[in-house]
């Protein structure tokens, strides 16, 4: 099923490119407002999802870098001995690894990833993100809905 791997060219295309567009056109923590309740707001995630271990002090930098090559390699062999018909677990694996590679990219290149997706209610803010952090959770919800079936021919 490597024929799904222009998802993930796809995924890691539009991340690198918005990522560059943000850096290169806004100021750190600058905030352009788009919609009510969403925002451009560009930051720096040293840290995992949601900021996590952010504070660690770089250590975490690798692991996490590290931690995305183990991944992206097990996904690519997983996408690799799929059968023809899982389609939607393909197209899953496919955002998941586009994902993953495009904030490995950002890690290793910076030492921190590039968000600016900023969804907001009144005050509440929920951490920012980026295209390769929607991909990768469009991707896990679709492996999901494929674990309850969906996309399965009936026998």
């Known amino acids: 099923m490597l024929k799904w791997l222009w998802l993930s060219l796809l995924v890691l295309i539009l991340d690198q490119?918005?990522?560059?567009?943000?850096d290169a056109s806004m100021q750190l923590f600058e905030s352009i407002p788009l919609l009510p309740g969403f925002n451009l707001?560009?930051?720096?995630?040293?840290?995992a999802a949601f900021s996590f271990l952010a504070q660690a002090g770089g250590w975490q930098r690798w692991l996490f870098a590290g931690?995305?090559?183990?991944m992206s390699g097990i996904i690519a062999v997983w996408l690799l001995r799929l059968q023809k018909h899982e389609t939607l677990m393909a197209a899953a694996l496919s955002?998941?690894?586009?994902?993953?590679?495009?904030?490995l990219i950002d890690r290793v290149a910076y030492g921190y990833v590039i968000d600016f997706l900023d969804v907001y209610y009144q005050d509440w803010h929920w951490p920012a993100f980026n295209i390769a952090d929607s991909a990768i959770c469009i991707g896990v919800g679709l492996m999901l809905l494929e674990s309850f079936g969906l996309g399965r021919k009936a026998a």
């Open 95 to 103: 955002l998941v690894l586009g994902g993953a590679i495009g904030n």
């Open 67 to 70: 931690l995305a090559v183990v």
């Open 17 to 22: 490119a918005s990522k560059l567009a943000v």
């Open 41 to 47: 707001t560009y930051v720096h995630n040293t840290g």
